[in-house]
């Protein structure tokens, strides 16, 4: 057991207490995947970050990415938050506004943008991919939960994990969707369905991301899928906002009132930022 360095941050937080929370462990080196695994589980929050000393010069920093249950090769909020606190740390200087992050997907582009006196980072997303899955029936049914589906066909997409996208026909519907979570846990690629629409209140889309197949019955905000979900927009022409950005809207139905930078640009990639704000700094016995 060693003293380890440790903060928790809320990601996609307009205010602390807002977005969604990373679990943040530095100095992880000499930890197995096992007990990495077991202290993702004890914090019990959707994802846990490891700090490792890179393995190739061109990162800046490194990190292991774990949900209580497993591994992941990317996620968003991780990866924001990761940013965040290695510049944060000192773990790394940003160089001409940008950092490179070492993770199991590979090596990813971020850039350290200052918005205000704070830092907002941002992380490009691998490349989305859709999956030759084909959906159950119910997931084309006009109506799914008793709500609309909007015009994009139901598909699985991968940027490293796994999720179904299904749009439906407006904000109230997103908003006031009651899904049935055994259904979704059922689903092939884990268990993980996104619903989307056009926003409301000033927000160009409004997301819910659930994921019972994985433990979590509803993510408070989930960067890999929001840049899944501006994949699919994008190659079918309907990407909202202007100029290849927008702002979208998760987490409200859980208290957590998360706010979603997104940007496609002019190659494609998808890029997803956010505030992050620190909640908790001390360290952890481990």
């Avoid at 950092?99 to 941002?122: F, I, K, M, N, T």
């Avoid at 190659?235 to 702002?247: E, F, S, T, V, W």
């Avoid at 987490?251 to 002019?266: F, P, T």
Wanted: net charge negative; glycine share 12%; aromatic share 8%.
């Amino acid at each position: 057991m060693s003293t380890r360095r440790f903060m928790q941050l809320d990601v996609f937080a307009p205010a602390p207490g807002a977005g969604n929370p990373l679990a943040v462990m530095f100095d992880a080196d000499g930890l197995d995947a096992a007990r990495m695994q077991a202290f993702a589980a004890w914090t019990n929050l959707s994802e846990t970050i490891f700090f490792l000393a890179p393995t190739t010069p061109e990162a800046d920093y490194r990190i292991r990415i774990f949900t209580p249950r497993m591994e992941l090769p990317f996620a968003g909020h991780p990866s924001v938050g990761a940013a965040w606190a290695a510049v944060h740390a000192g773990l790394a200087r940003p160089r001409a506004g940008r950092l490179v992050q070492e993770c199991a997907a590979g090596l990813l582009p971020v850039r350290a943008d200052q918005v205000g006196d704070g830092l907002q980072p941002a992380v490009r997303s691998p490349r989305a991919e859709m999956r030759k899955v084909a959906p159950p029936d119910w997931l084309l049914a006009e109506e799914v939960f008793g709500a609309r589906r909007g015009p994009l066909q139901p598909a699985l997409w991968n940027n490293g994990p796994d999720w179904w996208l299904l749009e439906l026909a407006d904000a109230a519907a997103v908003r006031g969707l009651q899904p049935d979570l055994d259904a979704i846990a059922a689903l092939p690629g884990r268990g993980k369905l996104a619903v989307f629409a056009t926003g409301d209140e000033g927000f160009d889309l409004v997301v819910r991301g659930f994921a019972p197949g994985v433990g979590i019955p509803e993510d408070p905000a989930t960067g890999s899928v929001n840049a899944s979900i501006a994949t699919a927009l994008h190659r079918a022409g309907r990407l909202p906002g202007r100029n290849g950005r927008y702002l979208a809207s998760q987490g409200r139905e859980v208290g957590r009132d998360a706010r979603l930078q997104l940007e496609v640009d002019g190659d494609g990639a998808v890029w997803v930022g956010g505030p992050v704000h620190a909640v908790i700094q001390g360290t952890v016995d481990w």
